[in-house]
Each structure stands twice: as structure tokens, then as C-alpha cells.
């Protein structure tokens, strides 16, 4: 595995302290110019991230990345298991200078780029964490899947989730979609804001039913096609292994 460092910058923002990386961030300024074309949020939950990227003017999918992070003192690690922007990045641990103003608010920078990412919401509920698809019915029968180099991940926090189909081998991305959604009393409802595959979907609402049994969710209803659907999601942590 190749491992890029990166030169340390010192930062306007202050001492850090202990921060709370987890929850919805959406990305205001780059570079020192504010970030208005595009709406970027990334998403971190338990020592994972995704972000998805939209076109604000005709809500045209512009990208996506995540895979596994870690932060220590004033570095951020992350090795990317999907990237769109640049394939090379995939399986490539790369490190970054972080800086806080408050709790809400991050600089980080890679010695190139700079951005400055503010906290969405800080809500949780009952389906907040890092999934991995790991049970799909197919007439009437249940099939079970052991994620590996392939799999389907949902990380959901703050009301904000996305989903990612790919293959951290081959680093081939299969798609992603991701925007606002509630989770109460057994009702849950994804209110679309950018899918990569079909832009016009933008906008639409998706009611499901969900139960967390035995600490994996069990997600019922419609897909964005209409097809029945009945999927099992295991916690990411403990179903995925290398």
C-alpha cells in the first residue's frame, strides 16, 4: 500500500481540541473562495466518510469518494475505498492538517487545497451508523451476502445519508445517490437530492418501513423504480473484514 505524506500548514483556526468528527459537514469554501456552484456533503460516522457532489444549477451528479478515516491530534487520515474524482487515490492512505474554529466548523488542507467544512446538524436516531448490505429477498427468499472487495455501503448521520455501490479492487464505482432522511416510530423516508444515475429523481420522496433487530436493520418497501423491496443491513465494523 502506497502512502503519501504531506507537508504540515499552520492554521488561522486556533489550537484544537478534542472534536467531534461525526455527522453531516457541508463543504463552504475552498481555497479561499466561497463554494456556491455546487453542494457538496460529506458524511462521517463511525471512522467512515462519504461525500456526494451536485451541480446546484441542474442538480447533475458530480462525484463521490469516502472510504475509512481516523484523526489523531491535528491529522486526518483516510484511505479511500471509491473515488470518482481520481481512481488513484483508491487504497492509498493519504494525510491531511485539520484545524477547528469551535465545533462546528473544520479547515483542512493537503498542502495543495484548502477547504473549510461547517456541521450540517448534530441529530441521531435509531438507524444512525455505517451499514453494509448483507441480505436481499429475491422471490420470497431471503439471500445473504458477505461483503468483500464489492459491496453496497449506507452511512447514514444527522439526518443526512448516502448510499455507494463499489469494488475497492478493480476501483470500479457502480453508483451512488444520497440526500435528507427521518427515521421514527418504524417510518422511514430518503428525500432525494442528487443520484448519479438519473438526475431527474432528484427531488423525490421514498417512504419505507424499517425494524432494528438483533442490531441490523431490516428496510422494507419501494425502490426508486417501484420494485418491492426487502433488504438486511449489518453494521459496517462487524460484517465487513478485509
Known sequence: MKKLILLPLFFFFGI????????????????????????????????????????????????????????????????????????????????????????NKMEISDGMTTKIWERVTDESDALTGTWVITGRERDGEMNTMTPGDRRTVKILSSGRFQWIAFNSATKEFNGSGGGTYTAENGKYIENIEFFSRDSSRVGASLDFKYEVKDAKWHHRGKSSKGDPIYEIWSPYSEAYQK
Open 16 to 103: 484544537m481540541g478534542a472534536q467531534e468528527l461525526d455527522g453531516a459537514w457541508k463543504l463552504i469554501q475552498k481555497n479561499g473562495e466561497t463554494v456556491s456552484d455546487r453542494e457538496v456533503i460529506k458524511i462521517v460516522q463511525d471512522g467512515y466518510f462519504a461525500l456526494g457532489s451536485k451541480n446546484l444549477s441542474n442538480n447533475e451528479f458530480l462525484g463521490a469518494a469516502g472510504g475509512e478515516l481516523s484523526l489523531e491530534d491535528e491529522t486526518l487520515s483516510e484511505i479511500r475505498d471509491f473515488d470518482t474524482y481520481d481512481a488513484e487515490n483508491i487504497g492509498t492512505e493519504r494525510e491531511y492538517n485539520i484545524s477547528w474554529e469551535g465545533e
